[in-house]
């Protein structure tokens, strides 16, 4: 069988019963993400959909919930000092990271102590 991959449709967060709102408040009023309208087969499973430009993240609860320390998204961003100021003034840890050659990048975690990658391509 060969196939061909054409991209990433979307990445998948777990956060326990209940994130809704404070997804919202994170990914949505904090990092600008714009909310998204789940099938209603899907609403009633719980959990949260968004966009920014071509990226799309489903957050899905699940139970019993244990957050990703290890395995996370990626975010390419531009202005990459200022999203992690943005956060650091909204009272987001930000761990530094300059073990990538030729990418000034960061960590953060979501409410649900989910692991976040954020990084700019420098030259």
């Known amino acids: 069988m060969e ?4 991209q990433l ?11 809704e709102e404070d997804a919202r408040a994170f990914y949505g009023e904090l990092l600008g993400f714009m ?7 899907l609403k009633k499973k719980g959990g949260v959909w968004f966009r920014n430009g071509t990226i799309h ?9 244990f957050p990703a320390k290890k395995a996370h998204p990626a975010f390419l961003i531009e202005n990459v ?4 100021a943005h956060l650091r003034g909204n009272r987001v840890e930000v761990i530094e990271d300059g073990n990538l050659p030729g990418a000034n990048r960061f960590y953060a975690t979501d409410p ?3 692991r976040l990658e954020f990084l700019e391509w420098v030259e």
């Open 35 to 41: 909310e998204v309208e789940k099938p209603p087969v």
């Open 9 to 19: 449709d979307h990445v998948q967060l777990a956060a326990p019963k209940g994130c």
């Open 81 to 84: 000092e200022g999203l992690k």
């Open 112 to 114: 649900f102590g989910n």
């Open 57 to 65: 993240l489903h957050i899905g609860v699940e139970e019993p919930f």
């Open 3 to 6: 196939y061909k991959s054409k």
